[in-house]
């Protein structure tokens, strides 16, 4: 909807200041909804106009505030249109925030607002041309009996937003301003399978929360008004962990972590999968050449390096791919350059990749011995706390393989970035492709398999696809490095990798296909 204001005809323009400005006779405020709540508001007169604090008149009004002290700026947000007041400035800038037409208008009132503590004065009655723009229907001002009525509960419980993440499922509950930290609390009844959120003093728009896409976790919402206080209550579907709840302020929210065991995640993906199965195709494969440009990754004794031998090899990955399964191949690089990790990651996100496989070359200069192969899989942690549902890292590490804790060190940063792209839906799969991977490379090449290992992590959020990690070898053994200065024997871990994908994406498709009635 869009709403156009003409501007305010100057009636007269005051220059005002603070020290001008006397008490003035308070506005008696009734909520004709809420029976027998009565509130009253301050005003501050100067000049013949009464002013009112923009924070207590926001208050009243369920709208939320943002004040900053250096800019004398006060925002207020409703429901579709955040207001802009400067101090000393009589323009008022509203942005209408509903997104399908979004729109802002200037108004000019006939006096500036001004400065007071943490605070705006706004001139009232020229404020409540606005408010009847913001609140439409909601308000009348008697000027005489100077009472402000407020005809509806205004909401303050505006929507829902039900997010799934890698390890849980998020739900953001919009507030229009800040709620006590003990005016809410969630918890869930297992036997029934619901979670309960009560907020004292809320009221919530429940056609909004009602007709909220459900995900993850939560099969059902159902808002329930009560006198004092308003319940939420989530239907839930699997196992879910002790909830989590706290607030946010910018913007403002409560959100729940509900965070759920691998298998159940994985249950709900199966269900998207069957929903959407083309979606899930591999169409797009992601190769990833480890380290780069500035960064040379590991050295060998004769002085190759890491960055120039993944990349070798993952080019001819991506050859054989595009030739054989004509499938888009994405390269992280496709040259000598220095790529940050978050690039990689947004990489594969942006293009939608549906594989992610990861090129690196291991090295133990301690002893130059240890040789051979490993294909990793970085598999989430289970114990992070609900802050790290909602897309925070954290870096926690497990490895049981003492030979390769020096570089595990090394590649820690880079793994715990590649662990965003793994989702706890996706192990079983990952693990599926590593496996084959494993199984081609012992094949095709002489260099010894260390086996499938999995590296402990705390997921991130991020793009999610199945992954593989492979350290094709060790640089820091003389045997090894001469193999890598081979282009067969690159070749031939080319070919060990592409014939792994081939394998993976036959049966993974397949079995997509299948469970979605197309094939058999
Ligand atoms: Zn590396």
Redesign the pocket.
């Known amino acids: 909807m869009i709403y156009r204001i003409k501007q305010l005809s100057y009636l007269f323009i005051a220059s005002l200041s603070v020290a001008g400005v006397l008490y003035g006779s308070d506005i008696k405020v009734v909520f004709s909804n809420d029976a027998g709540r009565i509130e009253s508001l301050k005003t501050f007169e100067a000049d013949n106009v009464s002013f009112v604090s923009g924070t207590e008149l926001a208050r009243l009004l369920e709208a939320g505030t943002f004040y900053s002290e250096p800019k004398k700026k006060l925002d207020i947000k409703f429901k579709e249109w955040r207001v802009k007041l400067s101090a000393y400035s009589s323009y008022v800038l509203m942005e209408n925030l509903s997104t399908d037409n979004r729109l802002d208008d200037i108004l000019h009132l006939p006096i500036p607002v001004m400065p007071s503590d943490d605070d705006i004065l706004i001139p009232f009655s020229a404020f409540m041309t606005i408010l009847d723009v913001v609140m439409p229907e909601i308000l009348s001002y008697d000027e005489e009996l100077k009472t402000l009525e407020i005809k509806t509960a205004l909401v303050n419980i505006t929507g829902i937003t039900i997010q799934q993440k890698s390890n849980g499922t998020l739900i953001k509950i919009s507030t229009t301003r800040e709620f006590p930290l003990d005016s809410y609390r969630a918890w869930i009844n297992r036997e029934l399978g619901w979670l309960y959120l009560t907020i004292v003093n809320g009221i919530s728009d429940s056609i909004s929360i009602v007709s909220a896409p459900t995900k993850g976790a939560v099969v059902k919402v159902i808002p329930v008004q009560m006198e004092e206080s308003t319940q939420l209550s989530f239907k839930l579907r699997g196992v879910v962990e002790k909830p989590e709840i706290y607030q946010t302020t910018d913007p403002n929210q409560i959100v729940i972590s509900l965070r759920t065991p691998e298998r159940i995640t994985r249950k709900q993906v199966e269900d998207d999968l069957l929903k959407n199965s083309e979606r899930w195709l591999i169409d797009t494969i992601v190769l990833d050449a480890?380290?780069g440009g500035k960064d040379p990754?590991?050295i060998g004794v004769t002085g190759l390096k890491?960055k120039d031998v993944?990349l070798d090899i993952v080019k001819r990955i991506g050859k054989l791919i595009k030739k054989k399964l004509r499938v888009n191949v994405v390269y992280t690089r496709d040259e000598d350059i220095y790529v940050s990790l978050e690039e990689r990651g947004k990489i594969a996100n942006r293009n939608e990749g549906k594989l992610f496989i990861s090129i690196?070359?291991?090295?133990f200069p301690k002893n130059r011995n240890v040789k051979g192969f490993e294909v990793y899989i970085l598999r989430p942690g289970k114990t992070a706390s609900a802050i790290e549902v909602a897309e925070r890292e954290n870096s926690v590490l497990r490895f049981d393989d003492k030979t390769s804790a020096e570089?595990f060190e090394?590649?820690a940063t880079?793994m715990l970035i590649l662990a965003s792209l793994t989702q706890a839906a996706f192990m079983s799969e990952s693990e599926d492709l590593s496996g084959m991977l494993e199984k081609e490379l012992k094949k095709k090449i002489s260099s010894p398999s260390r086996g499938v290992k999995q590296a402990g992590f705390f997921v991130l959020v991020g793009a999610s696809m199945p992954h593989a990690y492979i350290?094709a070898g060790f640089i820091s053994n003389r045997k090894e490095e001469e193999n890598f200065k081979s282009s067969k024997y690159k070749q031939k871990i080319a070919e060990a990798v592409y014939e792994g994908v081939r394998k993976f994406k036959h049966k993974y498709e397949q079995l997509i296909l299948s469970a979605n009635g197309r094939l058999n």
């Open positions: 480890g380290h990754g590991s890491e993944a690196h070359l291991n090295s570089r090394q590649h880079e350290e």
